[in-house]
């Protein structure tokens, strides 16, 4: 048995979907072009209490809506991958970098990178 869904519910969620499209395709590749060459390999300082909190619900939602992506339009694997760099997880490091070490997402960082003048991202090690 098939729910009926109303008409302002179905445009509610293409009108969402374009949003995260569209802010995708202009918000990522800006983020990535601005990380640092070292942004997933350096040390981080201790954070406060309520910075950690803040930095938890921003990288929650950025992996959400990443994984949402997945089959929604959008870049879900890079906003999955600056999500999980905003988080503070003990398995964040090898997560990233077997995402970095994946060919096609570290050439798609690379291409963004290099046209706009910067160099590749370090990939930690442990990469696959």
Known sequence: MSVPISHELEVALAVVS?????GTVVAMP??????PDDYFVRSRPPRSVPRRVLTTLVGLTLVT???AMLV?????ILTIL???????LPFK???IARLLGNAKVAGAID???HKAGKGSLLIPAGAC
């Open 82 to 88: 600056v999500g999980l760099g905003v988080l503070e």
């Open 72 to 76: 929604l339009p959008g870049q879900g």
């Open 18 to 22: 374009v949003v995260m499209f569209v």
């Open 65 to 67: 809506l990443g994984i």
């Open 30 to 35: 800006l983020f990535i072009v601005r990380l």
């Open 93 to 95: 490091d090898r997560l």
């Open 111 to 113: 291409k963004l990178r």
